[in-house]
């Protein structure tokens, strides 16, 4: 993991299928004239696993990441047992996102949405001096926090009031994490407005 070296991959624009650079945190193709997505087009065509070391990070050939962070986990499959025989089913297999000892998934916030802290996280470029932003009502903003708390990556979180609670870990929080919160009886759509305040500042930049 030492050698990585940033996957190679250029940015496509879904309406247009017009390619271009990833010149940074590209969002959008801004010479696209209608709304769309974009996506990522890898420069390895087949997806080579790298093994249980690299965490989520074995599926690194197919990530848009420029550096590998700690403490990640991968998904898990395995076949399942009891929920196949009550489908009459005899070759089902699930795959987990979450934290099961049992089956080997070790997703400490128990959210699938580690995979997305991860990814996202692993984007930037270590020199970035900005600080991410990201609204949730709870599960994205406790992945968000791990993954930054323990890279040390400056975050902002803006969380309803009332779903605070869904705040929880394992240790201490790294003080590069920061949080703010719309009042009680604020909802997502009030956590977004607030992080829509924060971005009117240069310091700050959209998950």
Not at 78 to 90: F, I, N, P, V
Not at 134 to 163: H, M, Q, W
Request: proline letters at 5%; aromatic letters at 12%.
């Amino acid at each position: 993991m030492e050698n990585f070296k940033p996957t190679a991959y250029t940015l496509q624009c879904v309406a247009t299928e017009r390619q271009f650079e990833d010149t940074g945190w590209v969002l959008e193709d801004k010479e696209c004239g209608e709304p769309s997505l974009v996506r990522a087009i890898y420069e390895k065509k087949k997806l080579q696993l790298k093994g249980e070391d690299y965490g989520f990070y074995t599926f690194c050939d197919w990530l848009p990441v420029k550096r590998l962070l700690k403490g990640s986990a991968a998904p898990v499959t395995y076949r399942s047992e009891g929920l196949a025989k009550h489908l009459g089913l005899k070759n089902l297999y699930i795959t987990l996102n979450g934290y099961s000892p049992r089956y080997g998934a070790k997703m400490s916030t128990c959210s699938f949405k580690e995979t997305e802290a991860y990814s996202v996280c692993g984007r930037m470029d270590a020199s970035n001096d900005r600080i991410l932003v990201v609204a949730s009502a709870g599960n994205t903003a406790r992945a968000f926090a791990k993954v930054c708390s323990e890279n040390n990556i400056p975050l902002l979180l803006s969380v309803p009031a009332d779903n605070l609670s869904a705040l929880w870990f394992e240790k201490p929080i790294n003080p590069c994490v920061k949080l703010i919160a719309c009042e009680r009886g604020g909802d997502y759509f009030d956590a977004i407005h607030l992080s829509d305040l924060a971005l009117k500042s240069p310091r700050f930049y959209a998950e």
